[in-house]
């Protein structure tokens, strides 16, 4: 086992002993407490985890290069950017639009690309901490501290993606490769479209804004979330159809597995602590499926499994937006921007 896995492997022993430690005999699970019992551990645990994994690295050389690697200045101000738009946006489109996405990603997202796995995991993990116990209203969330360890994930799996150059721009692809990815890409895409359109409007009609919302920030806010959304899809088909890029295919594929990963993880949370109403807008999907026979836990399942790949697939295409609109000089200067930058025209055409 190299020295990596080695670390790893003791950072998750050491957050599932204390988690087993925490639930079985310190922290009180009642109803009342429940909640903010899960958000103190979790965040205990985590800590723990990123403490171990330092630990052990400066144990087998004597540093802890791969940590602070990742921390340069330009990583230091971009958190509390990102954190400001985890917020901002993930609040607003609570509020004030009714469509199956949460957006309360794209700042982690884009943290672990540029910058890696523990950044990105900082990120999801502060911002979840203070959306609940320092943001004021209307930005206030109660419920989004139970759900750092879920941030957290995101922000790993985002930085695991960057550094794997799955969102390194693949512009003039040669054209059998375009056509399997491509396919690919938009078989998932429209399918996930389908469902989530059939499951989350059923016979209402779409719906894109939410007719109780009065405030008129948020109202502000969703016109200007609901022009981003409509930018990320006309930018996917851009990518693939005028400049030929394959990324897309990988930023696809990235969203659905982060959705995937990050619904089995917040499920039982969602369904244990809150019986599976969050006060977001896709808790009527909770309702109906639970109307349709199913129970809290396999409901929460089932909403989770629909709204999180949807909403981690348009985070990520959002994500490779901004990263394609950002210049190339900034991108590289980031400690994982070499894997964001097109590599020569001779390779892209073979990739």
Known sequence: ?????????????????????????????????????????????????????????????????????QFDTRTIVLIPIAIAFNIILGQAV????????????????????VAGPIPGAVTGFLANMLWTYVIPPPFHSDIAAPFAIVAVIIGLLAGLFGRFGWLRPRPNTSGQRLALGGAVALLVIGLMAFYAYSRFYG????????????????????VVIAVITAAAIAGFFAFLFLRRDLTVAYVVVAGVVTGIVAALISAPISAS??????????????????????????????????????????TFLIVYLILNAMARRTKARFPQGEQLIPRPAVEGAAT
């Open 1 to 69: 086992m190299s020295q990596g896995a080695v670390r790893i492997v003791a950072a998750i022993g050491a957050f599932l002993a204390i988690a087993f430690v925490g639930i079985a005999f310190v922290w009180n699970f009642s109803a009342e407490e429940a909640s903010r019992s899960w958000a103190i551990l979790s965040a205990v645990a985590a800590i723990v985890a990123f403490a171990v994994y330092a630990g052990v690295e400066y144990l087998q050389t004597g540093r802890v290069e791969s940590v602070s690697r």
């Open 94 to 113: 609570g509020q004030a639009l009714r469509i199956p996405i949460y957006l309360d990603s794209i700042g982690t997202i884009l943290v672990g690309a």
């Open 203 to 222: 016979d209402a009609g779409l719906v894109v804004f939410n007719p109780e919302n009065t405030d008129p920030l948020f109202i502000v806010l969703g």
């Open 273 to 314: 602590l809150f019986t599976g109403v969050t006060g977001s807008g896709t808790d009527f999907l909770v309702a109906a499926f639970r109307q349709a026979g199913s129970d809290v836990s396999t409901a929460t399942f089932q909403q989770g499994l629909l709204s999180d790949p949807v909403d981690k697939l348009m």
